[in-house]
């Protein structure tokens, strides 16, 4: 428990307790002086940084192996920071030595880093002591450390719900298209009962029944049959010649779509705006638990972090095989809620049907969008026209075309498909393998200037006419390319973080084989890892990548079936794996060339 000296006018020096607050931080139970809000606007106002101030943390900080590349001036020289429980903290006792190793060298850009961490600390001291808050006991000048319980939670519950429409006047439709809409599901699936149709548009029947009761006034349907006790739910409606055809004719001839009830664009448009996925926050502490199934260095972990905050847009960069593709997969696990979208929009009377179950993973109102997730007791009541979905996560490679960024007319059906942008609203889109597309970098970098710039994106209808849609959505390039080979500084300048996946050090190549050993649920072996990287790796300079190990044991998995055997570390199986797995870098003739172009 860290207990805090709250520094205020009415209560000068009393000690309360907080809750949630590293265990580790304070080990003689030394208060803390955070650093109160001035009633004037005070130059150190915004200074609000954590200083540790005891020499306790200056020796904890010495005796720890790993640090974080940020926790130095330059990876690895004049160490200042010190991380606990993902928290922050600036060591002042450190900053003071590292100053003056830095001026006695004359390292001017040690210096001017130190300095500033030095004039901020020396502005909150003179502060605290001029609210005589300062004595020999504190430990930590500025904020307090974060709760637990302050940390930004992950709802389980989507905070969104679409009210349920109770008059037809609330579905946003034209009378005439839902006249349409039923006349064409008729014609479809033929007679049914009035309890069935409402379920297939996903309208209430208090809304629909009425809407029923109209069109067979005006002769287009007729109740021909009456199922089980259920009342007019249990009515079966068909189709009344001679009016109903003649209706069903004109409006097959505007579109042939059959299915839920469509929701109007601009009720979409709001949609996506009351679910934007800039609701997400991510932190230290959150981030680890959708990472904990990957090896990762620390300062790319914290590199992604914000870059998720940010949701805009991500330029991963770096050689194959280091989890490029896995890391924006687990990008999603940070995002525990789920969202609501609907099945198909109209615009101007046409149809764009949106829901597409290879990409989206509906969720039943019950059940939570992650397994270790608690069950929603509660599941707040929605329009039916719409479903509850994980945020999408939707990744495309060497097939992405320019036309699939476009709505795709059929005029056969006389239906839209909505574009992938418009499905990944709310989640993540991924350009996998950027720069091998069948279509030029440049164009396809050109398609994304408005949407990265604005926030929104221009689709164009058969007509001619155009719609403005959101562009809400995490848009992750991932490239084993030079960035400068494939885009010019313009257009990386709108990508607002640049991130390289580098090669994994040895260390970190022996934490993925003991996690993929762990998964696979072979024992690892220590030995037979020694003998793989000291002739498979070190002789040829060859660098590590982070697909080898799961690579690697599927290769030894699979001669080991062959072989009757159990799979082991074996120095049998270790080479047979790698002689079919690595090329080997003689250069060799077979006679034939292929111009790669």
């Avoid at 002769?219 to 001679?242: C, E, R, S, T």
């Avoid at 969720?363 to 929605?382: G, M, Q």
């Avoid at 604005?454 to 719609?467: Q, V």
Wanted: one cysteine or more; aromatic letters at 8%.
């Amino acid at each position: 428990m860290l207990a805090i000296v709250p520094v205020t006018p009415e209560g000068r020096g009393r000690t309360a307790s907080r809750s949630g607050t590293p265990t580790g931080l304070v080990p003689h139970g030394r208060p803390v002086v955070p650093v109160p809000r001035l009633r004037r606007r005070d130059p150190a106002e915004s200074l609000r940084m954590r200083f540790i101030i005891a020499n306790e943390f200056y020796e904890q900080m010495r005796q720890i192996a790993d640090h974080p590349p940020d926790c130095y001036v330059r990876p690895g020289e004049y160490l200042h920071h010190l991380y606990i429980d993902g928290v922050k903290y600036v060591v002042a006792p450190a900053v003071y030595d590292c100053l003056q190793q830095a001026e006695a060298k004359n390292d001017a850009e040690a210096i001017a880093h130190l300095r500033l961490h030095w004039q901020h600390y020396l502005a909150l001291r003179a502060e605290a002591e001029q609210l005589g808050a300062l004595s020999d006991e504190v430990t930590l000048l500025g904020d307090p450390p974060p709760d637990d319980n302050a940390a930004p939670p992950t709802p389980a519950a989507p905070p969104y719900a679409p009210p349920i429409p109770t008059r037809w006047e609330d579905l946003g439709l034209d009378l005439a298209f839902l006249y349409d809409l039923i006349l064409r599901t008729l014609f479809a699936r033929g007679q049914l009962p009035a309890g069935e149709l409402a379920r297939t548009l996903a309208l209430p029947f208090g809304l629909l029944n009425p809407l029923l009761q109209n069109m067979r006034k005006q002769a287009l349907i007729d109740i021909v049959a009456q199922h089980g006790h259920a009342g007019d739910a249990g009515f079966v409606y068909a189709l009344k010649p001679p009016k109903g055809n003649e209706a069903l004719t004109l409006a097959l001839e505007k579109t042939t779509y059959v299915g839920p009830a469509p929701v109007p664009y601009h009720d979409y448009v709001e949609t996506v705006l009351a679910q934007s996925i800039r609701r997400l926050v991510v932190t230290r502490r959150t981030i680890r638990q959708a990472f904990q199934d990957l090896v990762l260095a620390e300062d790319l972990l914290h590199q992604i972090g914000p870059a998720i905050n940010s949701a805009q847009s991500i330029f991963f960069f770096g050689y194959p095989g280091n989890g490029k593709s896995s890391i924006a997969e687990r990008i999603t696990r940070l995002m525990h809620d789920t969202i609501y979208i609907p099945h198909a929009v109209e615009v101007h009377g046409q149809v764009i049907k949106l829901y597409d179950p290879v990409l989206h993973h509906a969720v039943p109102p019950e059940s939570p969008a992650n397994p270790d997730d608690p069950p929603l007791a509660h599941a707040a009541p929605a329009d039916p026209r719409f479903l509850r979905i994980q945020r999408p996560t939707i990744i495309v490679g060497g097939e992405l075309t320019l036309d699939m960024l476009d709505l795709r007319y059929n005029p056969t059906t006389r239906l839209y498909e909505a574009p992938l942008q418009m499905k990944a609203n709310g989640g993540v889109f991924m350009i996998d393998d950027f720069g091998r597309q069948q279509v030029r970098p440049m164009d396809l970098l050109n398609r994304w200037i408005i949407p990265l710039e604005k926030h929104y994106d221009y689709l164009t209808t058969a007509s001619g006419n155009k719609i403005e849609i959101p562009f809400d959505q995490l848009l992750i390039f991932s490239t084993n390319l030079d960035p400068h080979q494939l885009a010019d500084e313009a257009f990386l300048r709108r990508i607002k973080f640049k991130i390289e996946v580098r090669n994994p050090d040895e260390h970190q190549y022996r934490q993925v084989w003991q996690l993929v050993c762990h998964t696979r649920r072979i024992p690892y072996d220590e030995d037979g890892i020694n003998y793989l990287i000291d002739k498979w790796y070190r002789p040829y300079q060859r660098p590590f990548r982070m697909c080898h190990p799961r690579d690697l044991l599927d290769q030894m998995i699979a001669i080991a079936k062959y072989n009757l055997e159990r799979v082991n570390f074996s120095p049998d199986l270790i080479d047979a794996a790698c002689a079919t797995y690595f090329v080997s870098q003689e250069k060799k003739d077979f006679g034939a060339q292929l111009r790669l172009s």
